[in-house]
């Protein structure tokens, strides 16, 4: 799973993508300023820059899964290994992921 931010006709637009890859969280920017990627981060609904990071909301990108009690337990899944990495917010509302830049 990854999150693309990337401008599309002159507009920058936050989208989940490859959610069925769940061992790869990461953020992708593509031909945008870390400012322009926080904002369509935080107008999507899904998280905010936080210099080589972003803290992304992990309720939102759940939402963007097929919802199947498999792909619910594997995202579940995903986030109780962030959290052993210390890599989930204090109440565990956010997962940090690394910005991958092109």
Request: no cysteine; proline share 0%; hydrophobic share 45%.
């Amino acid at each position: 799973m990854f999150v693309l931010v990337a401008s599309e006709g002159g507009v920058v637009r936050a989208s989940v993508e490859d959610t069925v890859n769940l061992r790869q969280l990461r953020v992708e920017l593509r031909g945008v300023s870390d400012a322009q990627a926080d904002e369509a981060l935080r107008a999507a609904g899904l998280g905010t820059v936080e210099g080589d990071h972003a803290w992304l909301i992990a309720d939102s990108l759940r939402l963007a899964g097929d919802g199947s009690s498999g792909w619910t337990a594997d995202f579940y899944g995903m986030l109780a290994y962030a959290k052993t990495r210390g890599w989930m917010n204090a109440d565990g509302s956010q997962v940090r992921a690394h910005i991958v830049r092109s």
